[in-house]
């Protein structure tokens, strides 16, 4: 692995451009603006999430030499302060980014540039408190795109933003169950380390099944339309398959759930994006 591709298995650009998604999908459901501005809108996300990758790395390197020993920093092909320095330039240039688009953006990037800071070095290791941290960056995507589009309705973007946050929730909690061998190791308080396997299979089935639920409701509101429909029908049949298979759950095989959530939530995102920019 040369130093290039250390930075990109640091950084992971390709979940960065889900937030882009997420942004984007959000201008989509604003009153929108000049291309330049949306350009700045869809960019600060990625970065932020990027620089959070990236000090997530920088203290996860015990954790990550157990788990993932195939990441950057346990392989030594980047350091620990590269990788904070990372964190730092990225953060600094969404932030600053972020103002151009006004007060609100500024504020929203700046807060989930600090909240990825105290995930990684504290709250990540209080268990279901970092994955709501992580689940409400997900979703605040879609939200930071509808302000920077200067508003519009509330109602949809809300009702978006809650579906990506439940889907996401699912899929942190089912790669808790994945790390979970390190992470006992480490002394963490994750979801199974500290509830149990049982009440943690229970947990994600009902993050599953809200999801589901929530995915109908612009349907059902007339808030979306057809493109949304057949995407959300594709992505809620992963869904349930995952849900009667959740009782299977084990760190041996959490990886093939959380890459079907991942699968399933890609494919929501897309109706999403297909939708508004059809329809709307």
Not at 52 to 67: H, L, M, R, V, Y
Not at 260 to 275: Q, S, V
Request: net charge positive; aromatic share 12%; with cysteine.
């Amino acid at each position: 692995m040369n130093k290039v591709t250390g930075y990109l298995r640091l950084l992971r650009p390709k979940n960065a451009l889900m937030s882009a998604i997420g942004a984007t999908i959000g201008w989509l459901t604003g009153d929108h603006g000049d291309l330049v501005r949306y350009l700045i809108t869809a960019i600060v996300p990625p970065l932020v999430l990027m620089g959070g990758n990236a000090i997530n790395d920088f203290f996860d390197f015990e954790i990550d030499a157990i788990n993932k020993p195939f990441r950057p920093i346990p392989q030594g092909i980047i350091t620990r302060r590269e990788a904070f320095l990372s964190y730092l330039l990225l953060s600094f240039i969404g932030v600053m980014l972020a103002f151009s688009l006004g007060w609100i953006p500024f504020i929203i990037a700046l807060l989930f540039v600090l909240a990825w800071y105290f995930y990684a070095r504290n709250l990540k290791a209080k268990g279901l408190v970092g994955n709501i941290v992580v689940s409400t960056g997900v979703g605040f995507t879609i939200i930071f795109g509808y302000i920077s589009a200067h508003g519009g309705s509330i109602l949809l973007p809300i009702t978006l933003a809650l579906i990506a946050f439940s889907a996401n929730l699912a899929r942190e909690i089912v790669k808790t169950v994945e790390d979970l061998p390190g992470d006992k190791k480490a002394g963490l308080s994750t979801v199974p380390i500290k509830f149990g396997m049982k009440k943690t299979k229970t947990l994600i089935k009902g993050l599953i099944a809200l999801t589901c639920l929530l995915a109908f409701v612009p349907l059902f509101l007339r808030l979306m339309g057809s493109l949304y429909l057949i995407f959300s029908l594709a992505s809620v049949s992963i869904l349930l398959y995952i849900f009667f298979q959740t009782d299977n759950l084990s760190s041996e095989n959490a990886g093939i759930f959380s890459k079907f959530l991942k699968l399933a939530m890609a494919l929501g995102l897309f109706g999403m994006l297909l939708d508004l920019m059809i329809f709307r």
